[in-house]
């Protein structure tokens, strides 16, 4: 078979997504590949497809467990041989993997960096024919690199050991210009092929908003997307179980993930929100990587992650088969200390020298700004993402919060020269700078211990904003550093004023800030293309008709047939098996097993209703 008749027979597919195919034939023609491609773009197909064309087997190194279980379940319900090699399996296990390898019995195996050391492994991949080894997140291999991983500098050793070089390639959703060049120097691709599709996702909707309570916005949030599956995202351990508890008492199925739990647990919870048993899954960055459930329709991060990297890795987890999808991100203020108190708290790594290590903290903090940046920002948000991977794109893209939203301008220089003003005078009274926090107090006449007994409320600017809220004054806070006039100590975590702020106190110098209003609905192309009330009930019956067949088979729903696939098949209303195999994303293979049922359920809604 040739790469499309393969593409077709067991993805289900009639044409590939850009860049698969450029990425395909370099590697059937023997040359090593890099390609960068935005979650969900799909970079799997790439090496899937040359794998079961080739001879031997083909090695995909991948960083995390999870990914490898699930893309091995999902090849395994495509009728393609493969299997993982990592820590989960106990010697039984790991004899019989090597067993059937020297058998001859799979085209695709997964394996965990670390084990490639092994020298077990090392005695079987002596003996096999090796014809393609792909990497995975090759993101990991750089220092520079968010999810920067020590295992992955030692691949290349791994290869250089083997009688005979595969074709080598390497693949990532995220990575900057100095992480592209750290992957193909570390990794010594040959002449690689390149190809970058770009990281736009237009199905994905972006929005950052900056709630007075994110429990509220939370739930409001949740209540418009019921029994939809999504995922919320969460900086720590302790606040993956308040929002889950929360979640559950309001009637929700939400489970929860973090590295406190024992591995049990994880699994179980894990496959609870893979199986569909669960709809939300509540989470620290510890749960996603890999993880291919395509059904995932939004992705909500309570708290702020520490790189735009991660937010656009974990954001992506969302519309992975293509339909829209909402990327949420609730914003505060002391997301930014909780994201500084894990950089500066961060553990070690033992295989790097301290120069090594301080290097990475710094790169983390930098970041960090940039993140911070996009939550603050007025402009196009979907352009923010591509200018910091260096991708152009026009100005608006019509589909996040900043380009929909309606903004005024408010002038605000009176209140900027209260503030400024209560900075001042704190310092002068205490002799030192504080935090954006005290100025807050002292302007809205708090009578908490410390500001009475520092006498804080002696000062003229005690209470000058008392009918200001919190959030407010934070915000005008932080339009104020933006603009330059107050600098934000990070060691220290305090606030001072700048030589500029002068302007503002004694030369009446304007300051403006953009608030939004209530949004407007926006009609979109997509929203024109919205089923009709019949195909949404045959929706309703094929994704019941799915779970169904998912729960007696022991498998993910999404394996069977993406929402995707279901949402054509509900308005195509396929009559016979020629049709059901036309639709994208079912296939030869699938058409097969499936077909049959499938079609009954169509025919026997349709003839129901014309009743």
Request: aromatic residues 8%.
């Amino acid at each position: 078979m040739d790469k499309s008749a393969v593409l077709e027979r067991y993805f289900g597919y009639t044409e590939f997504r850009p860049g698969q195919e450029n990425l395909i034939n370099g590697v059937l023609s023997g040359r090593d590949v890099f390609g960068i491609m935005p979650t969900g773009g799909g970079k799997s197909i790439c090496y899937q497809v040359p794998a079961l064309m080739l001879p031997g087997i083909t090695l995909v190194v991948s960083p995390l467990i999870s990914l490898m279980k699930d893309q091995v379940l999902a090849l395994k319900a495509a009728g393609i041989p493969a299997a993982f090699i990592n820590s989960t399996l106990n010697p039984a296990q790991m004899h019989a993997v090597y067993r059937n390898l020297l058998a001859g019995q799979y085209k695709i195996v997964y394996i965990a960096p670390e084990r490639l050391d092994y020298s077990g492994f090392g005695s079987v991949t002596e003996k096999l024919q090796i014809s393609f080894i792909a990497v995975d997140e090759a993101h990991c291999i750089s220092q520079w690199g968010q999810d920067f991983r020590p295992s992955y500098l030692r691949i290349v050793n791994f290869i250089e050991t083997l009688p005979r070089r595969p074709v080598v390639g390497a693949f990532t959703a995220t990575a900057t210009q100095q992480v592209r060049e750290d992957i193909e120097r570390i990794l010594k691709l040959r002449n690689p092929v390149r190809t970058v599709t770009g990281f736009d996702r237009p199905n994905l909707y972006f929005e950052v908003t900056q709630p007075d309570s994110k429990d509220k916005m939370l739930l409001e949030l949740l209540a418009s997307r019921k029994k939809k599956s999504g995922i919320i995202y969460c900086s720590t351990r302790r606040k993956v179980e308040s929002v889950c508890e929360l979640l559950c008492n309001h009637g929700y199925a939400a489970t929860r993930y973090h590295a406190g739990l024992d591995e049990e647990e994880r699994s179980e919870n894990q496959e609870a929100f893979l199986y569909d048993r669960k709809t939300i899954m509540v989470a620290t960055n510890a749960f996603g990587m890999g993880i291919d459930k395509s059904n995932v329709s939004f992705v909500i991060h309570y708290n702020m992650p520490k790189s735009i990297e991660a937010y656009y890795q974990e954001a992506g987890r969302a519309g992975r088969d293509g339909t829209e999808a909402d990327c949420i991100l609730l914003y505060s203020s002391y997301d930014v200390n909780t994201a500084k108190f894990l950089i500066e708290n961060s553990a070690d790594n033992e295989e790097l020298a301290p120069a090594q290590q301080a290097m990475i903290r710094r790169q983390d903090i930098a970041r960090l700004d940039a993140m911070v940046t996009y939550c603050k920002t007025k402009t196009c948000l979907r352009g923010y993402i591509l200018e910091y991977f260096g991708q152009k794109h026009p100005e608006v893209c019509g589909n996040c919060s900043s380009c929909n939203g309606d903004f005024e301008t408010v002038d605000i220089t009176r209140e900027s020269q209260m503030i400024l003003s209560c900075v001042k005078r704190i310092h002068d009274k205490l002799g030192y700078w504080t935090g954006a926090s005290t100025v807050s107090k002292v302007l809205r006449g708090s009578r908490e211990k410390r500001i009475l007994e520092q006498q804080l409320d002696s000062l003229t600017t005690y209470g000058l904003m008392k009918s200001t809220g919190n959030f407010e004054i934070r915000n005008m806070t932080e339009q104020l550093e933006a603009e330059g006039y107050l600098l934000e100590n990070t060691e220290h975590k305090t606030i001072q004023l700048t030589q500029e702020a002068s302007q503002v106190l004694y030369h009446d110098k304007k300051v403006h800030m953009l608030v939004r209003k209530e949004p407007e609905p926006v009609f979109t192309l997509s929203s024109l293309r919205k089923l009709s009330y019949e195909d949404t009930e045959l929706l309703d019956v094929l994704k019941e008709l799915r779970s169904e067949l998912a729960k007696e088979a022991g498998i993910p729903a999404y394996t069977i047939f993406s929402n995707a696939t279901l949402t054509e098949m509900a308005r195509k209303k396929p009559q016979n098996m020629t049709q059901f195999r036309r639709i994208s994303g079912v296939g030869e293979i699938k058409s097969s097993w499936y077909g049959k049922v499938f079609l009954e359920h169509i025919k026997d809604f349709l003839a129901q209703s014309q009743e």
